[in-house]
């Protein structure tokens, strides 16, 4: 059984940086691509960023670039997003999915791809 779960969510300050880690189980890890998402409230689920391990390469939404990177640890089974300068638009559910980064001319679609998901873990940001 596939079991994603995240954790680190809390309250920070604009400006400040946090970092969250997704923990996924029950599969062979390098097999799968994973991937972070958020939902604000009253908006649509976006994709935040994206990581192949196998390879090497990962996706970022246009509005986290240069401020969020996605690294992962094979051996210990998680993914990490390291979050920077954070905005106060930057607060969200976040949520971890695992299954793959659906590329299509260099872009990720990220509403495809994905297969299992995590409850999620808040992300407040404070002005």
């Known amino acids: 059984e596939v079991d994603v779960v995240e954790s680190g969510g809390g309250t920070v300050q604009a400006g400040g940086s946090l970092r969250v880690s997704c923990r996924a189980s029950g599969f062979t890890f390098d097999d799968y691509d994973i991937g972070w998402y958020r939902e604000a409230p009253g908006k649509a689920r976006e994709g935040v960023s994206c990581i192949s391990s196998t390879k090497g390469t990962s996706y970022y939404a246009d509005s986290v670039t240069g401020r969020f990177i996605i690294s992962s640890d094979s051996a210990k089974r998680t993914v990490y997003l390291q979050m920077n300068k954070l905005k106060t638009e930057d607060t969200a559910v976040y949520y971890c999915?695992?299954?793959?980064?659906?590329?299509?001319?260099?872009?990720?679609?990220?509403?495809?791809?994905?297969?299992?998901w995590g409850i999620g873990t808040l992300v407040t940001v404070s002005s």
């Open positions: 999915a695992v299954g793959a980064c659906s590329v299509e001319d260099g872009t990720w679609k990220y509403y495809y791809g994905m297969r299992y």
